[in-house]
Every structure is written in structure tokens, then in C-alpha cells.
């Protein structure tokens, strides 16, 4: 497996991390502000000047591999961008490179039909509209997909939907038009083909954002996370995707890419966290000595820095597996990563914050936030517990017959 970046990325790279410290990172304390004084569920002006410029340098949808509509980048290829963009919580989205809309386009690059791709492809990949995707479900444990109930039912050439929704991120954003509602439409399928995905317009009626969530306290406006009811939503049959039943099918072709891209970015934030961390041991002294030099602080600093080159190669490892051999055959990499990197992050914040003291945990340093984030994607995209048990099996199937094991 040869890492190195190609004269492609490399460029790619230099120019990404130029426009991150010459416009996003000076951006961050304005965005925050424009957030606080205005309407927190409107778009901020520095986020669409940011994105304006993004997309007059070509920096754009690069995270589309093997694609006519992106950057034609591979998995490996984009790893080493996503980190930069990770670095910065508002990062990404000035590259049209951030989620839910990421895997969105997906899908629909993937599994749309030709009418979808027109009606909602082409104005997410301009960054004309947002969207949202509609899975989790507040009534039933989620980590199991299996369990939604959430349902749409036929008659004649519409779907009517019912059910409630939550943790559907950007849905409480103005510019989010459309989502991806999956739910329950063939009953007496086979358990994993019970569930379909479907186009649902956000202004259909009997489509409502009940709340915007928190986490840890944090709202994320104005992009966030919600709550919502869908009650007798009327659609067209056509809106469906694939086809009846292929939710799950449509599922891991998603959820994959859209693990992975989490994954670098956690990278990319602990690195910034391990930068924090460093400039704090060194600028500060107490008890005659620089912050380095106390207690296990210089052990911490080598553990951070060894742990993050750990989480990176193993990305870059499950990014090459998923570009030779598929998702399907990467999938115990793609659960090992999707386990190993927010807590390596996690770690390494954890430390920062440490070194910081009290300012560690104020709103002084972006610290504290992001640790709430990483936090949250060890359950985003499919808890620990159920990634651990995905490798387990994995590595037990070679001694034992799979079938022995399901159900375990």
C-alpha cells in the first residue's frame, strides 16, 4: 500500500490549507458571532462569502469519488483533505464537502434516477439547497435498524408516511429542501428488505421540525440536529429510491463512505487539539517550570502524537480497501476505523484540556465543543458496541462458519 500523495493531492493539499488559515480559521470567531447576534436558524453572510470563494478556486465537491459530478478523487486520495477541512468545525461546508449532504449526494449519484438526480442532485452539488436524512427514531433503539417503524405505506401512485423522527441533522436550516426519509414499506419482507428510502420535499405538508436538539448544551444552529413528525406525508411513488425494499442495500452503500469521512475528519480536529496542547505546554510556567516539563505532560504530548499517526493509517488503510476491494469486503476496516478515531480524538481533546485548565473548558478555546462532537459520533453512524461486534464476527468467521454466529 503506497500512502504517498500523488502530485494531485499534494497540490490539492497546499491549496486547501492555505485557504483554511487565510479564510476559515479567521473566520471561526466571526461565524460564531454572526450566529449569536442574528436569527440562529438563518444562514451566517461569513459562511456563504466563504463558500462563494471556495467554489470560484475550484475547491469544490471534492469529496465524490469515481464520479462525473465531483473532484474524481478516490477514498485514499480524499483522507488527507478531509483531515484539513476537519480541523475547523465550520471547515467543511465552504467546500460543499459537509454531512448529511455528502452522503446525500451519494445516494443519489449512486441509486437516483435520472429525474432525482435532476430534481435534487444538481442544486446540492451548485450548493444551492441543503438536506436532511430521516433514520433515527426516538421509540425504538436505533442501533438496530431493523426496529424502525417509522412507515410508508402505498396507494395508487403516492406514498402517505407516518411516523417520528429525531437527531435528522439540518433540518431545522432554512436551505435544507429536501430529505431522506427510510422507513417501513414491506412488512413481510425479509428482515433486511422491509425498509425503502424515500425523497420527502421539507415543505410537503404534515412535515414538521418539532425541536432542535442539543449536544451537551450545544445547539449547532444553524445547521443542528431535529426532531421531526411526519404525519400522512403525501409524496409521489416515484420519489422512492432504488426501489422498494433496498433501504439497507442503499444504507451501506452510504453509511461507508459517510463513516470514513467522519473519521478523517476527527483526524484532522485532534491534530488541532495536539497543536493547542503543544503551544499551551510550552507558553505557560508554573512552579518555576513551562507546562511541558510538569508531571506527565511531555508523556501525553508522545501519546497524542502516537495515537493520531496510529487512527490516520488505519483510515488511509480502510480508504484503500474500500477503493480496491469495496465496501462489503472493508467493512470489518471501516468499523475499526469508525471505532478508533473519535476516541483517539477524544483522547487527545481530553489532554488539550487538561493542559489548558479552566480555559479548557470555556468558550475561550473551541476545546470544550469539540469534545461534545467527538463524543457524539461514537453513537453517530452507529454506536461502538455495534461496530465491535461487526469485527468480532469478522475475525471469528475464520474459524467457525459464519451462520454460527448470527445472533450473537
Not at 15 to 30: D, G, K, N, Q, S
Not at 33 to 62: D, F, S
Not at 74 to 92: F, Q, T, V
Request: aromatic share 8%; proline share 6%.
Amino acid at each position: 500500500m503506497d500512502f504517498a500523495y500523488s502530485p494531485k493531492v499534494q497540490q490539492l493539499r497546499e491549496r486547501l490549507t492555505a485557504f483554511m488559515e487565510e479564510h476559515v480559521y479567521p473566520a471561526e470567531a466571526v461565524f460564531e458571532q454572526q450566529v449569536a447576534e442574528g436569527n440562529r436558524w438563518r444562514p451566517t453572510a461569513i459562511m456563504e462569502t466563504l463558500k462563494a470563494r471556495a467554489k470560484a478556486e475550484g475547491l469544490w465537491n471534492l469529496f465524490l469519488p469515481e464520479s462525473d459530478y465531483g473532484a474524481g478523487l478516490s477514498n485514499l486520495e480524499y483522507a488527507p483533505l478531509a483531515e484539513i477541512m476537519g480541523r475547523s468545525l465550520i471547515g467543511p461546508e465552504p467546500f460543499n464537502c459537509s454531512a448529511p449532504d455528502t452522503g446525500n449526494m451519494e445516494v443519489l449519484v449512486r441509486y437516483g434516477s435520472t429525474e432525482q438526480k435532476k430534481r435534487w442532485l444538481e442544486p446540492l452539488l451548485a450548493g444551492e439547497i441543503r438536506s436532511g436524512f430521516a433514520m433515527t427514531e426516538p421509540g425504538v433503539a436505533s442501533s438496530d435498524a431493523t426496529n424502525m417503524q417509522a412507515s410508508a405505506r402505498r396507494d395508487g401512485d403516492e406514498w402517505v408516511i407516518n411516523g417520528r423522527k429525531w437527531w435528522t441533522s439540518g433540518a431545522s436550516d432554512p436551505r435544507c429542501t429536501v430529505l431522506i426519509f427510510m422507513g417501513l414499506t414491506n412488512p413481510d419482507n425479509p428482515r433486511h428488505q422491509q425498509h425503502s428510502m424515500i425523497l420527502v420535499p421539507k415543505d410537503t405538508p404534515g412535515v414538521t421540525v418539532v425541536r432542535p436538539l442539543h449536544v451537551f448544551g450545544y445547539d449547532d444552529a444553524p445547521h443542528g440536529h431535529a426532531e421531526v413528525l411526519f404525519e400522512n406525508v403525501r409524496v409521489p411513488y416515484e420519489n422512492v429510491i432504488l426501489g422498494e425494499g433496498r433501504g439497507f442495500e442503499i444504507a451501506q452503500g452510504r453509511l461507508g463512505p459517510g463513516r470514513i469521512h467522519h473519521c478523517m475528519r476527527s483526524i484532522g480536529m485532534a491534530e488541532r487539539a495536539l497543536e493547542l496542547m503543544c503551544k499551551r505546554s510550552v507558553s505557560r510556567t508554573a512552579f518555576g517550570k513551562p507546562l511541558a516539563r510538569l508531571g506527565g505532560n511531555l508523556d501525553h504530548i508522545a501519546d497524542s502524537r502516537t495515537e493520531i499517526n496510529m487512527a490516520r493509517l488505519l483510515t488511509l488503510n480502510a480508504a484503500y480497501m474500500m477503493d480496491t476491494v469495496g465496501n462489503k469486503v472493508a467493512a470489518s476496516e471501516i468499523a475499526q476505523i469508525k471505532v478508533v478515531a473519535p476516541n483517539v480524538a477524544l483522547r487527545v481533546i481530553d489532554r488539550a484540556i487538561q493542559m489548558h485548565g479552566g480555559a479548557g473548558v470555556s468558550q475561550d478555546f473551541p476545546l470544550a465543543y469539540w469534545y461534545a462532537m467527538q463524543r457524539t459520533l461514537r453513537l453517530a453512524d452507529g454506536p461502538d458496541e455495534v461496530h465491535r461486534a461487526s469485527i468480532g464476527k469478522h475475525e471469528l468467521a475464520k474459524y467457525v462458519p459464519r451462520e454460527a454466529l448470527r445472533g450473537r
